[in-house]
């Protein structure tokens, strides 16, 4: 019996660890547990934010600026006082975006054609009779705009033609207007929004619809 006891205790020593190697394990398998998470996570945070931006172009929805259709007419008439008309009421329609749905008036957005708004005498037709009158020439923009919509089979919901054949476009392909009288209105069946512009060059008048 007295020689037991050293033979327990040696047993227990020789068997166990000592806690300088139990510390040393832990310290050895710490970091490997910390590391992992941050190498397999941090890569997926990244992505995702791109693959969210990169979305492919359809044909519903074409990029901003892409022309959908133009159409010009000959400046048969390009008198000081007419050209000046054409260029003022080209000013209110400049850039004009319609969305989705929405509706164009002419006379809403060009307004009055009278003196005080900048407009001039000029070649003109009402009621059928060739005159002189106050903003003569902007009926070469509704007609021109006109003949752009019905490239792009836009619903028209007012057009009136003139009681006389006009020079600078095809008999039928016209659009007189006249404010509080005859409108030219169409709509944007598009899904997505449009936009007027209109320019003078080489004497000729070019109206174009694109995406706005």
Do not use: W
Request: aromatic share 6%.
């Amino acid at each position: 019996m007295p020689g037991s006891t050293p033979d327990s205790t040696q047993n227990q020593t020789t068997n166990q660890p000592s806690l300088a190697q139990q510390n040393a394990q832990q310290s050895t398998q710490q970091p490997q547990s910390t590391q992992q998470p941050q190498s397999t996570q941090q890569p997926q945070s990244n992505q995702q934010p791109q693959r969210a931006q990169e979305q492919p172009e359809t044909e519903d929805s074409p990029p901003s600026g892409t022309t959908l259709a133009s159409f010009s007419t000959p400046l048969t008439d390009n008198s000081q006082n007419r050209v000046s008309n054409i260029r003022t009421a080209l000013k209110s329609i400049q850039g004009l975006v319609l969305k989705s749905g929405e509706e164009f008036s002419f006379n809403r957005t060009v307004g009055p054609r009278t003196p005080e708004r900048g407009y001039k005498q000029a070649h003109m037709i009402t009621n059928g009779q060739e005159t002189n009158g106050c903003g003569g020439g902007v009926c070469q923009i509704s007609s021109t705009l006109f003949n752009v919509t019905t490239k792009l089979s836009l619903p028209i919901t007012e057009r009136h033609p003139h009681q006389v054949r006009v020079k600078y476009i095809a008999e039928g392909k016209d659009a007189a207007v006249m404010y509080d009288s005859q409108d030219f209105r169409f709509r944007n069946n598009r899904p997505y929004p449009i936009k007027i512009t209109g320019y003078l060059k080489d004497n000729r008048l070019t109206m174009v619809i694109s995406v706005a």
